[in-house]
């Protein structure tokens, strides 16, 4: 019997972390929602408005037994500069906060501990919340697997794109 697990990370756009975290072995699926704030069942529009305190996310099942919730942080911390306050890249606002929600008490202490891991050798200070994961709410349809939909769309070529290339250069 297979015994999945779950993790929920932003780290900016929601489309990028997404495809991130598509690529990797033992991750079954991938969903992009928001988590953090106020509001509840929040829409897309509402989030763009930065009133509601939630975050893009992407909410990721995963085989334990193939890669862990720790080999997951740390493409975490490679795909995102964990260091920048509410941005990533162009991506300005509380909505494109670094932040790790955590499912529980072993997922907190993983975090933390990898927290501390990847804050050794950085210029500025890691500014990632890590946070318990309270409630998830999958973003619209037209969100999902957004990437793959639309290989060829401006922000998937400019943004999203070369993240994957960075991801694929650091396994060679």
């Known amino acids: ?88 890249g162009a991506d300005v606002g509380e909505q494109y906060r670094s932040v790790i929600f955590y499912h529980d008490a072993t997922q907190k202490k993983t975090a933390e501990e990898s927290l501390e891991k990847a804050a050794t050798g950085l210029s500025s200070p890691i500014v990632t919340a890590i946070e318990p994961l309270r409630e998830f709410y999958e973003a619209e349809k037209y969100h999902q697997d957004y990437f793959r939909n639309n290989p060829g769309a401006p922000y998937c070529m400019f943004v999203i794109k070369p993240k994957l290339d960075k991801l694929h250069r650091g396994r060679e």
């Open 1 to 88: 019997m297979e015994i999945l697990e779950k993790a929920t990370l932003g780290a900016g756009c929601f489309w990028c972390v997404e495809a991130v975290f598509e690529e990797l072995a033992g991750v079954k699926s991938v969903v992009a929602g928001y988590a953090g704030g106020r509001t509840k069942s929040p829409t897309y529009e509402e989030i763009c408005s930065g009133t509601t305190g939630h975050a893009e996310v992407a909410q990721i099942t995963f085989d334990p037994r193939t890669i862990t919730f720790g080999a997951i942080l740390r493409v975490f911390w490679a795909a995102h500069d964990p260091t920048t306050l509410n941005r990533q």
